[in-house]
């Protein structure tokens, strides 16, 4: 790599920050279905996520969507070290868009009071940028405007505020060292083949000492000395050596390396392990999310007691509590099959439910001749959506009662 592409680095780091601090501060606002990309509703406890709208019972699939994300972090830490550190971690970010912090320190009293007024506006807004998650910005705002914000909301709005104030303003970097568990996890997951940070072993030599690379790390690492915990892959050291050393017209002494002096190996047998399960738990959020039906059926019981009724054939009675978790209204068709063709329903027409909504139907079911066996058989009852050619299927006991 030259030196005019090193210099790059930083610069793409900057531009993929700008991406995702426009995202982060932007996704709130992107509406889907008349709902927020992603955001999670408290009062009706449903995640929003790109138009899908997910409920309290089908949080298994953020789950395994869950599991599927920690793997991935684990693969990715395992090949490419703490890159998620250096280029997409929020608080590098945001640290990294208030460098004027560390510039006013130097500057005097005023200067730094200035500072600190600016890192309070930013930490108000990236507080609220986080409300926004859980509270609409589109009923932020009026409520604002209103004051009708809510003091649980202003709580939070005020507690995240001095968190993100203090951390903005006295740790910033050492949050890094010091606090986030994620850097103290590193160190397992680390093997000899990940990519690191280093100076050039082989190059070593060519080194003026000038400390350049020391001056520019916002942690305060000597990368000369060899690896750090601390480091957090941001490549400062490495654009400022290729800066100090082009004036030599040389390449810089600082590079990327898979393991020490670049003697690793992408394809090892960890990653194929951590890989496999990457896939495995991709291919279930997948499966899962895809067989999403939007139709909850819970099958309850009805307080009419199993029966035989004037014409001989048993009764029973149940309850069907269903709920639409779609954006748009569904026809159900009722359907009760299983242990022979002579069972009837009492649901002859179609459930109608709107968009979101939830309701309770009884269901009488009959079977047209006396069963010979008694004690309770396997029903299953069906609600079929024609339209989108879904099937939700519940299975239920029918009770042949004992005066049979
Ligand atoms: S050693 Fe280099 S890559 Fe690591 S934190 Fe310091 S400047 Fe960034
Ligand atoms: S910037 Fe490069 S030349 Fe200067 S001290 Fe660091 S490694 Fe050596």
């Not at 909301?153 to 890094?176: D, E, P």
Request: charged share 20%.
């Amino acid at each position: 790599m030259g030196n005019q592409e090193k210099m790059k680095i930083r610069t793409w780091r900057r531009m993929t920050e700008i991406f995702q601090a426009i995202l982060i501060l932007g996704l709130p606002f992107l509406r889907i279905n008349g709902e927020s990309a992603l955001r999670f509703d408290i009062p009706t406890l449903r995640l929003h996520f790109f138009g899908a709208s997910l409920w309290m019972q089908e949080f298994f699939i953020v789950l395994v969507a869950g599991i599927f994300l920690t793997l991935l972090i684990v693969l990715v830490t395992l090949l490419f070290g703490r890159v998620w550190c250096g280029w997409l971690c929020p608080q590098t970010v945001l640290v990294d868009f208030t460098p004027f912090m560390d510039r006013a320190a130097r500057k005097g009293f005023v200067y730094k009071g200035a500072s600190y007024l600016m890192t309070f506006a930013v930490s108000v807004l990236i507080a609220a940028s986080l409300i926004w998650y859980f509270v609409s910005p589109y009923e932020f705002f009026p409520g604002l405007l209103r004051g009708s914000l809510g003091q649980v909301t202003w709580g939070f709005w005020l507690v995240l505020t001095g968190i993100l104030f203090l951390n903005f303003a006295f740790l910033r970097h050492r949050f890094c060292a010091t606090i986030c568990p994620y850097a103290k996890l590193q160190s397992v997951l680390f093997d000899k083949s990940t990519l690191i940070i280093e100076l050039d072993p082989a190059r070593a030599n060519e080194c003026i000492n000038c400390s350049g690379c020391v001056r520019a790390c916002p942690t305060g690492i000597d990368i000369r000395k060899g690896a750090d915990a601390a480091c957090i892959n941001c490549a400062e050291c490495l654009d400022a050596c290729s800066r100090v050393m082009s004036k030599l017209n040389k390449n810089g002494l600082i590079h990327y390396a898979f393991g020490v002096g670049g003697g690793g190996s992408i394809l090892r047998q960890n990653v194929f392990v951590v890989g496999g399960f990457v896939l495995l738990f991709l291919a279930a959020t997948l499966f899962f999310s895809m067989g999403r039906t939007g139709i909850d059926l819970t099958v309850l019981p009805h307080n009419l007691e199993p029966r035989i009724v004037r014409d001989g054939r048993i009764l029973n009675a149940y309850v069907l509590s269903v709920k639409n978790m779609t954006h748009k209204p569904v026809t159900l068709y009722v359907t009760v099959e299983r242990f022979d063709a002579t069972v009837s329903q009492s649901l002859n027409e179609p459930i109608r439910l709107g968009p979101e909504m939830a309701d309770k139907f009884p269901l009488f079911v009959k079977t047209q001749n006396p069963l010979k066996l008694k004690g309770s058989r396997k029903i299953a009852i069906t609600l079929q959506d024609r339209e989108r050619n879904i099937t939700v299927t519940e299975d239920t006991n029918f009770v042949v009662p004992d005066e049979l």
